[in-house]
């Protein structure tokens, strides 16, 4: 069913928003498998305000509001299965880092390689990894609890989120967390947010907390005759108290497919040691 959409026009600024064919069908499919469906417009807003009252408009008319940043899910998680709105804060990409704090206060639209990009002088990084780093943004990744092989070490992206500034469904702009590394101020609505995949607001702004880059790494790629012989190594050495930055498992078939796809890749089968 089609919602009446005409609404946007009056809160959105001229040229942000678009019910061009292409662009809805940019935005009516993930990058996984799922059922494409098409929204009514797609609407990029360039400032809070402009998303509050847009939320609370749609809020009134009960028009479906679907966040969208990367469009990198493969869980059919950011796809407007209601139709209705998509939201799309790819360009809210402002980046303040806070060097002294080892914290940078980013939009949601900031994508992950572009923010270790601009942390790169600072010897800093934001930490957890994800292997579509060059196009996923940081508002995909607080709102999917995104990680990547760093993870082992690092943590999952809420491990990293100090601070939100969220605009709920109604059009509320509300702050929570704080820009420090432990505060026990109040409930941990913080949290919430993380891995909601944007059913309970539109995350407008975060502070994250960032590592030092290490001077030194070593990599070393070992071979199993079996999955339980590998697993068994990952707990022994993290039982070791030794804490690897990161760790990636690979099983025969990813690594036959990797020596096909690749011509420079020659890794050894697991099954022929
Ligand atoms: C090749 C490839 C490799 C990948 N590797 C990894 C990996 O290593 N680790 C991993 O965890 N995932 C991985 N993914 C999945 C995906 O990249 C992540 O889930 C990523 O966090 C999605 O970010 P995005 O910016 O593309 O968000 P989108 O796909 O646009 O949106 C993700 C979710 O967040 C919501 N959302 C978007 N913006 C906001 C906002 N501003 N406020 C509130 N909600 C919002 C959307 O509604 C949706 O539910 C991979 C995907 C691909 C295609």
Redesign the pocket.
């Known amino acids: 069913m089609a919602h009446d959409c005409s609404f946007v026009d009056d809160v959105v600024r001229k040229g942000r928003v678009s019910t061009d064919d292409e662009i809805l069908l940019a935005h009516s499919k993930?990058?996984g498998p799922h059922d494409a469906h098409r929204p009514d417009v797609v609407v990029w807003p360039g400032s809070v305000s402009e998303i509050s009252a847009l939320l609370s408009a749609a809020n009134t008319r009960k028009v479906p509001v679907?966040?969208?940043?990367?469009?990198?899910?493969?869980e059919g998680?950011?796809i407007p299965v209601a139709g209705g709105i998509v939201l799309d804060?790819y360009e809210c990409n402002e980046i303040t880092v806070r060097n002294d704090d080892l914290q940078a206060v980013v939009g949601?639209g900031v994508v992950y390689d572009d923010l270790n990009a601009a942390l790169e002088p600072y010897d800093l990084r934001f930490a957890p990894?994800?292997?579509?780093g060059d196009?996923?943004?940081i508002?995909?990744?607080?709102?999917?609890n995104?990680?990547?092989l760093n993870a082992v070490r690092y943590g999952v992206t809420g491990d990293h989120v100090l601070r939100l500034e969220v605009v709920l469904p109604d059009g509320r702009i509300i702050e929570c967390g704080r820009d420090v590394p432990k505060t026990t101020a109040g409930y941990n609505l913080k949290d919430l947010f993380v891995g909601s995949?944007?059913t309970l607001?539109?995350?407008?702004e975060a502070t994250l907390s960032l590592e030092g880059v290490p001077r030194h790494r070593h990599a070393a790629l070992v071979t199993f005759s079996s999955n339980t012989a590998a697993s068994r190594a990952v707990s022994t050495i993290m039982g070791s108290g030794l804490k690897p930055g990161a760790l990636e498992f690979m099983d025969s078939q990813l690594v036959r497919l990797l020596n096909e796809y690749r011509e420079d890749a020659d890794f050894p089968d697991p099954l022929s040691c």
């Open positions: 993930d990058e679907t966040p969208w940043s990367g469009g990198t899910s493969i998680n950011p804060t949601p990894g994800i292997a579509a196009v996923a943004t508002g995909g990744m607080i709102a999917n995104a990680s990547g995949e944007g607001g539109v995350i407008t």
